[in-house]
């Protein structure tokens, strides 16, 4: 489902969900 219209904003949001999963796990 990768928008190529918009790449760095999938990148951005990739990179958003990773930190705030890693900020979760890291709080659990």
Same mark, same amino acid.
């Given at each position: +489902?990768?928008? &190529? +219209? +918009? &790449?760095?904003?999938?990148?951005? =949001? #990739?990179?958003?969900?990773? =930190? ?6 890291? =709080? #659990?």
């Amino acid at each position: +489902m990768a928008d &190529p +219209m +918009m &790449p760095e904003y999938n990148i951005a =949001r #990739l990179a958003t969900a990773i =930190r705030v999963k890693c900020c979760i796990e890291h =709080r #659990l």
